[in-house]
């Protein structure tokens, strides 16, 4: 019996392999949710498409040299509902969103252009605000917003505005990510709480009425980033900004990219008791919801100690962890030790988070 | 949340893993039915086997809400998602579940409006909202939640919303468990008793699996302990020879169930002579439909549906799957042609599915992670 199951793993593990052919008629909100679909839709038509070698990584950021300058390219569109939230707003997290993009590719973010999308009949006073709330966050994280467009659509069209942005910096000597280089016996080392961003959004929304002090974790990381190559910067192997997907998501790509699994003790990764208890009412996991000022780092293991008091030395890193570690099986795949002492597979976010239901 | 941390205390369910273990006789092989799907995402959610000896095997039963609407009733919900002036509201995994033409999910993405609310309270906000709109909501579940789309419904009447209608697929625990029971292919030792279902009917209606078959139901919370703990009574209900209903979730079911939200689901609902089952196929008097009160709510009376019953894809073991006669991973297609992005079973879609549950957390050789590979 157990052989058989083994044989069917094996054969379903063989398949996911495969380089995901996107064959969809539609495009439906899963495949902007950051899970599998949008994995699907990148790897199976972006990325064949316009494939380079800058791109084939498929990377936070690019990594590009011009005459001997290294340099890093990234780009990011966001589409928040509601515009603003407990602890932030979209100009906020465009101009964060960015800079972190660049940030975990080791790079020091240097200059950001903006495009703005907005909608007739939008309130100007909420784009000044929006204007004033990338300033600040420009000026926090130490970038200059150099260029820009903007183009009003039609009411009804943009949910009040959207927001582009491109940003440009320069890789850090001290470091060098390459997913390929993760080990077995390397440790995963997050710099905080996790779920907050996502959760503070879902109840900003309204639509749950209910009441929770969660507020977004919105912030530039290259200080944290700063921190820790500062300290063990040539141990580390990789660093990731679990955003959309969580950080389910980011370990699922390393173990896949690594061909290594990843255990993760869900004792010891920290979770706000406001995040974990409004996660546990919409029957969400907060390893799948969205973070948007965290920093995860893969670390060799004697690194591992000296990476999380680096972080802890960071204002915004207080609550850095070690949360896990890499080990040959489950190959390509993320175990999580429960609290409850039992073990289970944390899969890749399939479509959009939806709540269930009872 | 600390409340929630006490029932997921490892050094306690390692003690009580000893326990059931020493009272698990050796070369027995013991199938203990959880009924309900929610226990199921629990189960493989926080590990439970791990705490368990190889000779208890947990199947996997039917009570999963999503997993038994037939393709048939989600076409009849696509047809009416797409008229001019509707809002289709659902519960988020059911727009997912695929019917003969795609899922109410393709038919958003095609331009229905359709949308997902978290209670049938929020669908009638909808429609109070928008009195220009015709909206509808697709209620799903068992006696879990029944009562509150009958509430909703009462409310709707008193307060003159016309509106505002219900495609009702509601279906009730006793008449599947029964099938089970009478169904040949399956030899069970005893039952985990649905939760959230009990705290409405109570543990009175299983009365008849210990007095007819002689199998013991418990009860069960949807904390990781408690469904130990409910696995331990069993252990000691078949060791010493005993056979009855017990009650582990007292904190939360009255013996006698909740006889108000019985009592609304009276006036609301009626029994439906027959109603067709997600790969089990027709089971007598086992969903509700709108009593002749609630006939003008009543969508599938309001709208026309086409109300073509839908044959299971081909390659589908659902109702294989859903009676607990194979496991997940031994249907053809699991993980390979059927996955939760592209389900073609019921089973793959909600997170209480069994075929999801397996797929999502225990797709791993549990023997070679257990020995700390
Ligand atoms: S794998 Fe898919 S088709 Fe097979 S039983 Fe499970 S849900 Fe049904």
């Known amino acids: 019996m157990a052989g058989l199951e083994e044989e069917v793993l094996a054969r379903i593990e063989r398949q996911r392999k495969l380089r995901p052919r996107f064959r969809d008629h539609t495009l439906t909100m899963a495949h902007g949710a950051g899970g599998k679909a949008t994995h699907t839709l990148i790897a199976g038509l972006f990325a064949p ?310 | 949340m600390r409340f929630v941390d006490e029932f997921r205390n490892a050094e306690i369910a390692r003690s009580l893993g000893a326990k059931i273990a020493a009272l698990a006789e050796p070369g027995r092989h013991y199938k203990i039915m959880e009924v309900c799907g929610g226990h199921t995402h629990t189960i493989y959610k926080h590990g439970i086997e791990d705490h368990l000896p190889d000779n208890i095997e947990l199947v996997h039963g039917p009570g999963c809400p999503v997993c038994v609407i037939p393709m048939g009733r989600v076409d009849d919900g696509i047809s009416i998602a797409t008229r001019d002036g509707v809002i289709f509201t659902c519960f988020g995994d059911m727009m997912r579940v695929p019917g003969s033409n795609g899922s109410l999910l393709d038919a958003k993405a095609a331009g229905a409006d359709v949308r997902f609310v978290y209670s049938p309270l929020d669908a009638y906000k909808l429609a109070r909202n928008n009195p220009d709109r015709e909206v509808v909501f697709f209620a799903i579940g068992f006696e879990t939640t029944a009562p509150s789309t009958a509430l909703t419904l009462m409310r709707a009447k008193t307060e003159g919303i016309k509106n505002f209608s219900v495609m009702c697929n509601h279906v009730t625990i006793i008449p599947p468990v029964k099938a089970l029971l009478e169904s040949p292919d399956l030899r069970l030792d005893a039952f985990i008793g649905p939760g959230h279902v009990s705290t409405v009917i109570g543990c009175r209606p299983y009365e008849f699996i210990p007095a007819d078959y002689g199998q013991p139901v418990v009860v069960a919370g949807f904390e990781p302990l408690d469904l130990l703990q409910a696995i331990h009574m069993i252990m000691l209900q078949l060791a010493e020879g005993r056979a009855e209903v017990e009650n582990q979730y007292g904190r939360v079911v009255a013996w006698e169930g909740n006889l108000r939200a019985l009592q ?110």
């Open chain 1, 49 to 358: 498409a316009f494939d380079n070698p800058a791109l084939a990584p498929l990377a936070d950021a690019a990594a590009v040299e011009i005459d001997g300058a290294r340099l890093a390219l990234s780009t990011d569109a966001f589409v928040v509902k509601p515009l603003r939230f407990p602890g932030g707003s979209i100009g906020e997290l465009a101009v964060n969103g960015t800079v972190n993009d660049l940030a975990v590719s080791g790079a020091r973010p240097l200059a950001l252009a903006a495009a703005f999308v907005i909608e007739e009949g939008l309130d100007a006073d909420v784009l000044r605000a929006e204007v004033n709330a990338m300033k600040e966050a420009a000026g926090r994280a130490g970038v200059a917003i150099v260029t820009g467009d903007t183009k009003v659509v039609e009411r009804g069209k943009a949910d009040g505005m959207y927001i582009a942005t491109t940003g440009l910096g320069v890789r850090d000597e001290r470091v060098r990510p390459a997913a390929d280089s993760i080990a077995v016996g390397d440790r995963i080392v997050l710099s905080g709480t996790i779920g907050d961003h996502g959760t503070a959004i879902m109840l900003a929304r309204g639509d749950l009425e209910m009441d929770a002090d969660v507020v977004s974790d919105t912030a530039p990381l290259w200080a944290l980033v700063e921190g820790l190559i500062g300290a063990v910067g040539e141990h580390v192997r990789v660093m990731r900004d679990p955003t959309r997907g969580g950080v389910a998501t980011v370990l699922n790509e390393l173990a896949g990219d690594a061909e290594l699994g990843i255990v993760v003790d869900e004792d010891a990764v920290p979770v706000r008791p406001e995040v974990k208890g409004a996660c546990e009412i919409l029957g969400l996991d907060p390893m799948y919801v969205a973070n948007e000022g965290k920093l995860l780092a893969v670390v060799a293991a004697d690194a591992a100690q000296a990476a999380v008091d680096a972080l802890r030395a960071v204002p915004g890193g207080e609550d850095a962890a070690i949360v896990g570690h890499v080990a040959e099986q489950p190959a390509g795949m993320v175990l999580v030790n429960t609290t409850f002492g039992g073990t289970r597979i944390m899969d890749m976010l399939i479509g959009d988070p939806l709540p269930r239901i009872c």
């Open chain 2, 264 to 373: 609304v689901m009276q006036e609301v609902f009626e029994l439906r002579p027959y109603f067709e089952w997600r790969g089990l196929g027709f089971i007598s008097q086992s969903a509700l439909k709108l009593s002749p009160a609630y006939a003008d709510f009543d969508a599938e009376l309001r709208f026309e549906v086409p109300g073509v019953r839908v044959a299971d894809p081909k390659a589908c073991q659902c109702g294989e799957v859903l009676k607990g006669v194979i496991k997940p991973w031994e249907c053809k297609v699991f993980g390979t042609a059927c996955t939760p992005e592209k389900p073609i079973g019921t089973c793959m879609v909600s997170s209480e599915g069994a075929c999801a549950a397996y797929y999502n957390y225990g797709r791993f050789a549990r023997s070679r992670a257990r020995a700390g590979a």
